[in-house]
């Protein structure tokens, strides 16, 4: 069993900044990419960030200059900083890591945690 448990979102004003946080927890064996996504009310789903094990970072264009990615692969945990927000960064945070398991190689999902931007 594997779990990924999310915390840091809020409310903050334009131009402020929040502190996501990602831990993964249970029967890991390796965690490969590690990420965030978001999703806006009336939205898909959409890729803001991801940082592979190796140290390699991919940022969504909308987010970049911004938001920064980093992990802490002792303790299995991924951050999201995001500065200068935007009131479209207003959206449902979800954590997401390609983890190999004792049991299995896939993709779990954080239960999302919730940002808004008030402008």
């Known amino acids: 069993q594997v779990q990924l448990v999310e915390s840091g979102g809020g409310l903050v004003q334009a131009g402020g900044s929040l502190r996501l946080s990602c831990a993964a927890s249970?029967?890991?064996?390796?965690?490969?990419?590690m990420g965030w996504y978001r999703q806006a009310p009336g939205k898909q789903r959409e890729l803001v960030a991801t940082?592979?094990?190796?140290?390699?970072?991919n940022y969504a264009d909308s987010v970049k200059g911004r938001f920064t990615i980093s992990r802490d692969n002792a303790k299995n945990t991924v951050y999201l900083q995001m500065n200068s927000l935007k009131p479209e960064d207003t959206a449902v945070y979800y954590c997401?890591?390609?983890?190999?398991?004792?049991?299995?190689?896939?993709?779990?999902w954080g239960q999302g945690t919730q940002v808004t931007v008030s402008s």
């Open positions: 249970g029967s890991i064996v390796s965690i490969n990419a």
């Open positions: 940082g592979t094990s190796g140290g390699s970072t």
């Open positions: 997401n890591a390609n983890i190999r398991s004792i049991f299995v190689l896939r993709d779990y």
